[in-house]
């Protein structure tokens, strides 16, 4: 095969090689095809890589990224501590309720409503076992008997010292735990016999003395009216028990 000229142009620039029949490198690094034909070949270089956006503060990023991150959750206090149920704090009352003659002042004077609400509910079940369904009775009587001893002991006191709603429902559900107990033990004792009513009378006087006791160490200038505390106490107590009797 003759040789021929082929005029390659590259931005512009023409150039002309002498092509042969042979396998002769092609302008542009190709090289010819069996029939002669020129074949261009073009290498470009390596793309730069760009990164990917990112977006500040996701969920993906760290605890140190500017937006909390999943990291951001481990710094959260324990969803029982921020709903105040502390059960180690809740065991120690009961302990001083179910020991009427151990006094420990300073653990009454934080209040909480966790530990009264576990024992309507223990209560409420123990009726169940027993046949009755009165939880709802048993919250409503326990919120009524609440704010009937905050004006009660305010009344008493007066300006030398008070006792705030939120602690007279602490006091009053926590003194409510012989009655637990009683509601459980009524269970397996033959129905509205003598010993029934023998353990009804010393949970009644188990239930007011812990809670007039409670109510005076954590109100100042309370001891001269004991009596006056204890009564109204010994009244809630006993429509607790008669709802268990009956």
Not at 192 to 203: C, N, Q, Y
Request: charged share 15%; proline share 6%; net charge negative.
């Amino acid at each position: 095969m003759r040789e021929e000229d082929i005029a390659v142009s590259f931005d512009g620039v023409h150039q002309r090689r002498p092509v042969s029949g042979g396998n002769v490198p092609a302008a542009g690094g190709g090289r010819r095809g069996p029939a002669g034909l020129p074949f261009m070949s073009f290498d470009y270089g390596p793309a730069a890589h760009v990164p990917p956006p990112t977006i500040g503060g996701g969920y993906g990023a760290g605890s140190s990224g500017g937006g909390g991150g999943f990291g951001a959750f481990e710094e959260d206090a324990p969803l029982l501590d921020e709903l105040g149920i502390n059960f180690t704090q809740i065991s120690r009352k009961m302990l001083t309720v179910v020991n009427p003659f151990r006094r420990v002042m300073h653990l009454h004077e934080d209040a909480d409503l966790a530990g009264p609400f576990i024992f309507c509910i223990l209560f409420g079940v123990c009726q169940i076992l027993a046949g009755k369904l009165h939880f709802g009775v048993i919250l409503g009587w326990t919120s009524l008997a609440s704010l009937y001893m905050y004006m009660v002991l305010n009344l008493l006191v007066g300006r030398y010292g008070s006792l705030d709603l939120y602690h007279c429902g602490s006091l009053v559900g926590y003194s409510l735990l012989p009655m637990v107990i009683f509601s459980l033990l009524s269970i397996f004792v033959p129905g509205r016999g003598v010993l029934e009513f023998i353990l009804a009378v010393l949970t009644v006087i188990w239930c007011t003395r812990s809670c007039t006791t409670l109510m005076i160490d954590l109100v100042p200038n309370a001891e001269e009216y004991r009596s006056l505390i204890a009564y109204p106490c010994g009244l809630i107590y006993t429509a607790f028990c008669l709802l268990v009797i009956f």
